[in-house]
């Protein structure tokens, strides 16, 4: 499909709905400082994991150039989305650009052990996936890579087994041609706007510490499955995973992740006229819940 064919982009609701998801957050990042009682600040905390992630699926729009018309807008309304998540909006583009590059490819097989795999390696990446510690390492990244660049491209292990096994290869080597001072303006903001939320709320570390733990788990373990052992195909690579039609709604038909791939251009309000009732459908839960077994061998017929 031409980019000309694409649906219209829902640009007014598209930001009617960055603004209520970003201020749904704020309430929740407030009510999980402030609330006396525990289990009101761990409703808060849950609540925020579903709206922070409808703040992410625009971001992931923005990325895709489909969030606005126009391209300016869509990259402002783009940068404003990654301050809640937090990261850079520019860091965050390229390597989601990445990922449609090399999907399913042997540089993004996390699901499989290769023969000479490091295992402990394989191991640990699969688990800090799905235990939600992945997300640290895209704000903690932002912020070593605008103090100090040099030492992300250090990491990237380029024509190593570590490197091509964890993807740091691929990912990492965006950063060589990276405009550092656009990702460290845009580091800059995300600061900025974090530490404005702490002053105005008087957030307590704990209480964000809680809202921003439970999103962690609700994206990491999503990232990755929609593509847990899908097709070792680029386009084809992923699932249009089956999950309760409410929390479809909140993720922005996320989980319609096989029509995305195969449509990136569409955006998400109109992925499920994409969506192929002919294929193989798992649900969600079947996909999270077989991940916790761990990465399987890769399978002899595929060799």
């Known amino acids: 499909?031409?980019?000309d064919d694409a649906p219209p982009i829902p640009a007014a609701l598209n930001a009617v709905l960055l603004v209520t998801a970003m201020g749904a957050g704020a309430l929740c990042l407030w009510t999980a400082s402030h609330a006396e009682a525990l289990w009101v600040r761990l409703v808060a905390a849950g609540v925020f994991s579903f709206v922070n992630n409808t703040v992410f699926s625009l971001l992931h729009e923005a990325t895709h150039g489909v969030l606005h018309p126009s391209r300016r807008i869509n990259d402002g309304l783009g940068r404003l989305a990654a301050t809640?998540?937090?990261t850079s909006y520019t860091l965050q583009r390229a390597f989601h650009l990445t990922h449609h590059r090399y999907n399913r490819t042997a540089r993004e097989q996390f699901d499989y052990l290769h023969p000479g795999d490091h295992r402990f390696l394989k191991y640990a990446q699969w688990y800090v996936i799905l235990t939600g510690f992945y997300w640290l390492f895209v704000p903690l990244g932002a912020l070593v890579f605008a103090l100090a660049p040099g030492l992300l491209r250090r990491l990237r292990g380029?024509?190593?087994?570590?490197?091509?096994?964890?993807?740091?290869?691929?990912?990492l080597g965006r950063l060589e041609d990276a405009p550092g001072a656009a990702i460290r303006v845009e580091v800059l903001g995300m600061v900025a706007v974090?530490?404005?939320?702490?002053?105005?709320?008087?957030?307590?570390l704990v209480g964000w510490a809680l809202c921003y733990a439970a999103f962690a788990v609700k994206w990491s373990s999503l990232q990755y499955?929609?593509?847990?052992?899908?097709?070792?195909?680029?386009?084809?690579?992923?699932?249009?995973?089956?999950?309760?039609?409410?929390?479809?709604?909140?993720?922005?038909?996320?989980?319609?992740?096989?029509?995305?791939?195969?449509?990136?251009?569409?955006?998400?309000?109109?992925l499920g006229r994409y969506v192929d009732d002919g294929a193989e459908r798992p649900s969600f839960l079947r996909v999270w819940l077989s991940m916790w077994r761990g990465p399987r061998p890769f399978p002899e017929q595929l060799k």
């Open 1 to 3: 499909m031409r980019a």
């Open 84 to 86: 809640f998540f937090p």
């Open 158 to 171: 380029p024509g190593t087994r570590y490197g091509e096994q964890t993807g740091a290869d691929a990912y």
């Open 194 to 204: 974090q530490a404005v939320l702490a002053y105005a709320l008087d957030l307590t």
């Open 225 to 270: 499955a929609d593509h847990a052992w899908s097709p070792l195909d680029v386009r084809e690579g992923a699932w249009d995973l089956k999950v309760a039609a409410p929390v479809r709604w909140v993720f922005l038909n996320y989980h319609h992740h096989r029509a995305h791939h195969r449509h990136p251009q569409v955006p998400w309000l109109y």
